[in-house]
Every structure is written in C-alpha cells, then in structure tokens.
C-alpha cells in the first residue's frame, strides 16, 4: 500500500508542526510519510523536545523547514496549524487537499516555565487529538 504523503506547516516549524510530525509518526504507523515546515522556520524549541521527551516520543534529528522545500514533493494532505503560516502557502504542485487546524502558539505563552510547560502539553494533547479524529487512528 502507498503510504500518504502529510506536511504539518506552522509559522516557525519549532513547535506545533514539530509535535504534528512526531506524533503522527507514531501513531501512524508505516500509513504515512510526514514531514514538517515553517514559513519562518526558526530552531527546535526546547519545550517541545521535553514535551515530547514527556509523552514518550523522542524528538532526534529534528530539524526546521522552510514550506517551499516541499513546494514540488508529491503531497496528500497539507495541514497548516496556524493562519499566518497559511497565507505563505506556495501553489503546490501536486495539489493536496489543504486542511486548516488553526490553534493558538504555546511559544506565545506568559508566566513561569511550568506555566508554559502546561501549555506546551495542552497543544500535544490537541494536536494528538486531532490527529487521531482525522486519520481515524487509536
């Protein structure tokens, strides 16, 4: 069976695309082949290596992309975490189905580091959610 193609995009590639990428490899099993990019990539940030760490996904060889590195990869699904990455969307030439889970930036958080710690877990759990409901997985 042809495993489908999925690219997670958010606007920095450091945190939600990040965490999209490692879990649905996980839990997709050889089903799909994922990736992950920015429209600004920027670093990994820390809190989603531990938070990942945390949930028992190990977040080696990570690295943050720039979208028009996939602009001519054959792809199934776009899935872009937030509006400001969706307005760089480049013409894809494959023409995937471009899906919209537009979910707040934990990086954007306020308060101590357990405070943005929580947050970093509430946009796992979403996001594993997410994944779960749209690719039908348990």
């Known amino acids: ?5 999925v690219l997670f995009i958010c606007t920095g590639n ?3 695309s990040q965490m999209a990428e490692a879990i ?5 099993d050889d089903k799909y082949q994922v990736f992950s990019a920015g429209s600004h990539p920027a670093p ?4 989603t290596k531990e938070t990942l760490r945390n949930n028992e996904i190990h977040p080696n060889n990570f690295t943050s992309n720039q979208i028009d590195e996939f602009k001519y ?5 776009v899935i872009v975490l937030c509006e400001v990455a969706y307005h760089y969307l480049p013409d894809f030439a494959s ?3 471009i899906i919209k889970w537009f979910m707040d930036d934990p990086i954007n958080l306020v308060g101590d580091r357990e405070n943005q710690k929580r ?3 509430i946009a796992f759990k979403e996001i594993k959610n997410k994944i779960r409901i ?4 348990k």
């Open 1 to 5: 069976m042809k495993k489908k193609q």
């Open 14 to 16: 450091s945190v939600r």
């Open 24 to 28: 649905l490899k996980k839990m997709g």
């Open 44 to 47: 990994v940030h820390e809190l």
């Open 73 to 77: 990869k054959k792809l199934d699904y």
């Open 95 to 97: 023409n995937p189905k």
């Open 119 to 121: 947050g970093f877990q």
């Open 134 to 137: 749209f690719f039908n997985l």
